[in-house]
Each structure stands twice: as structure tokens, then as C-alpha cells.
């Protein structure tokens, strides 16, 4: 391993011994960690992680939300994106000691239904940003005592997670009278969804709009209907021909 690494990227494909990933602990610069699973029996967390980990990304691990625990024990951890499946399964109850620095989430296509959290698992959470998540019904509700939390993202959703947004700012905004804490904004993209429309094929520009949303606090111009269904049409044809030629 290089102890001077600050940041890093692993694909795994193939079989995996969960001791291969056990040196990432010796990493001590490191700062920014992404992992990406291929074919792959079964994937297992490190049993350790660099100790001044700051940005963690994870896609296509399939692993199920209760094995959030050991990422929630990462001291220093402010940036989490969990893309394509990363985690899986209808319910997320985070653990006791839930996100003590996390500022900004990003959960992007997952089957989540049902996520009971609350603000003592982040409480100092600034950013949350939802990409496709058809399943999930609601932001929790108590998340307006979040004070630091003053942006929500959220798109291809259904109108009943934007209304417990809305509810979040509304019932935020009557606390903040004569308060410090920041207002929050409720940015909504796109609309929701009956079938999963295709994703950006590049990753890319995927990893652009989320490093905007989830790492940045300028405002984003919405982009009219007319342009995200040509975006869409060309997504799936890039798609078919991936796929057929």
C-alpha cells in the first residue's frame, strides 16, 4: 500500500477474502475512498477503514442497510453517497451511534421503503440528496430539527416525499424565528416516476450533478420537462445500442 495516498478507487470482480481490503487501515492520509463491486459472490465491509476517511462512495455492493452500522462508527466521515444499490432492502433504522460528522448523503436508486432515522443519528447533516428512489414515501418528518440541514434534493420521486419535504422546511422555518440556524431549501428535479427511467449512461455526468448537488450549496437551474425527456430518449437509446450492437 502507499501511506501517503489521499485518495483512492477500487473495482472488485472476481472472488473476494474479506482480509484482502484489510490494510486499508494503514492508510492514515487517506481522505476519499470509492468502491465499486462487479461479479462478486459476496461482498464484505472492511473489518477496518483509513481512520481520516472524509468522502466514502459505494455502488452496486448489495449489501443489506443493517450493515450501515460499521460505516456510521467512521469519526470523521462528512460526505456519503450510496449509488446503484449500494445498500438494499425495505428498511433503514441506522444505529445508535448513527452519523456523528456527516454533512452531506446521497442515496441514489435503492428500493428503500421505509427509513426510520431520526436527528440524533445526523445531527449535523447540511446536504440530503434522493435520485430514484421510487420506493421511499417520505423524508423523515423529524429531520427538521436538524439545524444545520438547509438543502433537499430530489429526483424522480413520488409527490408524497416531496410533500414530507416541504413539511420539513415549512415546520424548520417556524423554529428558526429569531434563531441562527440556516432555512431550508427543497429543490425538486424531475417528476415521479411509474417504470425507473434509464440513468445517464456516462458516469460522468452523473458524478458531476451529484458532486453539485451534494458537495456544493450554489442553487442549480431546473431544466424544463421538454429538455429531461430528450435527455431520457437519448439515455435509452444509448442504452439499446450498448446493449444490441
Not at 472488485?12 to 463491486?37: A, R, T
Not at 447540511?126 to 421511499?136: F, I, S
Not at 448537488?213 to 437509446?237: F, G, H, P, Q, T
Request: net charge positive; with cysteine; hydrophobic share 40%.
Amino acid at each position: 500500500m502507499v501511506p501517503n495516498l489521499k485518495e483512492l478507487g477500487i473495482y472488485i470482480e472476481g472472488q473476494l477474502v474479506p482480509s484482502h481490503l484489510g490494510s486499508l487501515v494503514h492508510l492514515h492520509l487517506l481522505e476519499k475512498l470509492k468502491f465499486e463491486v462487479g461479479r462478486v459472490e459476496r461482498f464484505c465491509l472492511p473489518t477496518g477503514f483509513p481512520p481520516n476517511l472524509k468522502k466514502l462512495t459505494l455502488r452496486y455492493i448489495y449489501l443489506p442497510w443493517k450493515e450501515m452500522g460499521t460505516i456510521g462508527k467512521l469519526p470523521h466521515l462528512e460526505v456519503l453517497k450510496l449509488k446503484d444499490f449500494a445498500f438494499c432492502g425495505p428498511t433503514w433504522k441506522p444505529s445508535k451511534q448513527g452519523f456523528r460528522e456527516l454533512k452531506a448523503l446521497l442515496i441514489s436508486r435503492s428500493n428503500l421503503e421505509h427509513w426510520n432515522a431520526s436527528p440524533n443519528h445526523f445531527p449535523v447533516l447540511e446536504r440530503l440528496v434522493l435520485r430514484y428512489c421510487w420506493e421511499l414515501k417520505q423524508v423523515p418528518i423529524n429531520f427538521a430539527k436538524i439545524g444545520t440541514l438547509n438543502l433537499i434534493v430530489l429526483e424522480c420521486f413520488y409527490y408524497s416525499l416531496v410533500t414530507s419535504a416541504t413539511q420539513i422546511s415549512s415546520a424548520k422555518s417556524r423554529t428558526l424565528k429569531g434563531k441562527a440556524d440556516c432555512p431550508l431549501r427543497v429543490r425538486k428535479v424531475g417528476t415521479k416516476v411509474e417504470l425507473p427511467i434509464i440513468e445517464r449512461s456516462k458516469e460522468e455526468s452523473v458524478e458531476s450533478s451529484e458532486e453539485e448537488s451534494v458537495e456544493s450549496s450554489k442553487e442549480e437551474s431546473v431544466e424544463s420537462s421538454k429538455e429531461e425527456i430528450l435527455k431520457a430518449d437519448k439515455s435509452v437509446m444509448k442504452y439499446l445500442k450498448k446493449l444490441f450492437w
